[in-house]
């Protein structure tokens, strides 16, 4: 069966930084078109970055300069470094898989998420 599962989460100050890391198994991890996505309690879920199967990556412009992605097609691996972290990054953080560069938010395979709270 497929699985992605997420890890890193947790409290920091902000100004702070969390790496968040999410491992897949049961599918072709370096054919995959990979992301994190969050949702804040009371709002829609939202893409926050992802990346290509040859390493292309986007962002959500209120995380440009301060998170990057990254895979480790080894270890059907991608990770999520978030620096200089701000209360409104506040989210639940979700890992996806998907077969195809769609644009429609809710394709392909989804993680559990992993809680991101940025609180003094």
């Known amino acids: 069966q497929v699985q992605l599962v997420e890890s890193g989460g947790g409290l920091v100050q902000p100004g702070g930084s969390l790496s968040l890391s999410c491992t897949a198994s049961g599918i072709i991890f370096s054919g995959k078109f990979m992301g994190w996505y969050r949702q804040a309690p009371g709002k829609e879920r939202e893409l926050v970055a992802r990346?290509?199967?040859?390493?292309?990556?986007n962002y959500v412009d209120s995380v440009k300069g301060r998170f990057t992605i990254s895979r480790d097609n080894a270890k059907n691996t991608i990770y999520l470094k978030m620096n200089n972290l701000k209360p409104e990054d506040t989210a639940v953080y979700f890992c996806?898989?998907?077969?195809?560069?769609?644009?429609?938010?809710?394709?392909?395979?989804w993680g559990q998420g992993t809680q991101v709270t940025v609180s003094s």
């Open positions: 996806n898989a998907r077969n195809i560069d769609s644009s429609y938010l809710y394709a392909g395979y």
């Open positions: 990346i290509s199967r040859d390493g292309t990556t």
